[in-house]
């Protein structure tokens, strides 16, 4: 079964210092993959996303990802991390033979950054 | 201003009682599918559509029913509510191929008693 992991439900981390959001998956192929940040009561908004190329994708609001293949990762990253980045972020990724477009999202990490 | 147009974004309703979500996208997309948000879950497609009149189930289409008549709007039915349907609904849209990110709207605060 196609599957996406997150697994840290939270992640705490002091403003200014960098941080890790992990995401593993399981889907056959070479995925697209994504990242969305949801604040509170708002819609997923998206963030970057991996479709081929350099493992290293910069993203809105200065975060930036990593993809490794052979770990079949894609954790995100940000050098120095903001109070205003506290959120809940996911992991999706879409198999590029699947015509549905479908996004198989992760469980969620809730970002708290504290000053 | 390109959005997903959810409404109502709060409701409360009792079993049984027909209801609909209705969702709007004003960015011309092919693609419109409706996701529910469950704690510890994360976001599991219900339905989706890939274009006027294409309609498909998703991973969790039980109890839920869509319809697409028109590009813009793709409305959520559910035809006789239960409490396991309360949760969070998001609807979103994105352009034709894969690879492109998904436009979401601001959520559907369900809660079915």
């Known amino acids: 079964a196609q599957s996406v992991a997150q697994p840290e439900d939270q992640v705490n981390v002091a403003e200014g210092n960098p941080l890790t959001v992990k995401c593993t998956y399981s889907v056959s192929g070479n995925p697209y993959l994504f990242w969305y940040v949801q604040y509170p009561n708002r819609g997923l908004q998206f963030l970057l996303k991996y479709i081929t190329g350099d493992n290293l994708v910069k993203g809105s609001y200065g975060f930036e990802a990593e993809f490794n293949k052979s770990q079949t990762s894609f954790h995100l990253k940000k050098p120095s991390a903001l109070v205003s980045d506290s959120a809940l972020y996911f992991c999706a990724v879409s198999p590029r033979m699947d015509s549905s477009y479908k996004l198989i999202f992760g469980s969620g990490t809730r970002l708290l950054v504290r000053p | 201003e390109a959005q997903v147009t959810q409404n109502p974004r709060y409701l409360i309703t009792v079993t049984g009682k027909k209801l609909t979500v209705t969702c709007s996208q004003n960015m011309n997309h092919e693609y419109m599918s409706w996701y529910r948000q469950d704690p510890g879950l994360g976001l599991r497609q219900i339905y989706y559509?890939?274009?006027?009149?294409?309609?498909d189930k998703g991973d969790v289409p039980e109890g839920y029913k869509v319809s697409r008549k028109e590009k813009r709007n793709f409305p959520l039915i559910l035809e006789s509510p239960s409490p396991n349907q309360t949760s969070l609904y998001f609807c979103?849209?994105?352009?034709?191929?894969?690879?492109?990110?998904?436009?979401f709207g601001q959520g559907t605060r369900l809660t079915v008693v």
């Open positions: 559509s890939m274009n006027v009149e294409v309609t």
């Open positions: 979103a849209s994105s352009s034709r191929g894969t690879g492109r990110e998904a436009f």
